[in-house]
Nanobody
Framework: QVQLAESGGGSVQAGRSLLLSCAAS????????LGWFRQTPGKEREGVAV???????TYADSVKGRFTISQDKSKNTLTLQMNSLKPEDTAMYYC????????????????????WGQGTQVNVSS
């Protein structure tokens, strides 16, 4: 059973940076799609960035050029470096994982992921 635990959230002013981390356990030898998603009250959870086992990445348009997703396979850790933060980045951030399906890319969609962390809150003030 895959377990995910996020850390690194907090409150910052606009323009500053935060680094989110996600510690994963329970992986098998199969490759996994890994991703960061976010959600604000009253809104649907949305994809932020995903990475596949070959470290190919996909980003939401709203974070391109500001956020960077990366993984350390030796430590089973996923990170999200968030720079130039904006108030609209305020949300609960979740990491997610799901086994790769051969021939299918890792999508930036909530429905493609079955394993989720508990979330870490990010607040960006203007």
């Amino acid at each position: 059973q895959v377990q995910l635990a996020e850390s690194g959230g907090g409150s910052v002013q606009a323009g500053r940076s935060l680094l989110l981390s996600c510690a994963a356990s329970g992986y098998t030898s199969r490759g996994y799609c890994l991703g960061w998603f976010r959600q604000t009250p009253g809104k649907e959870r949305e994809g932020v960035a995903v990475i596949d086992p070959d470290s190919r990445t996909t980003y939401a348009d709203s974070v391109k050029g500001r956020f960077t997703i990366s993984q350390d396979k030796s430590k089973n850790t996923l990170t999200l470096q968030m720079n130039s933060l904006k108030p609209e980045d305020t949300a609960m951030y979740y990491c997610a994982a799901d086994p790769v399906i051969v021939g299918i890319p890792c999508y930036l969609t909530v429905t493609g992921y079955n394993y989720w962390g508990q979330g870490t809150q990010v607040n960006v003030s203007s």
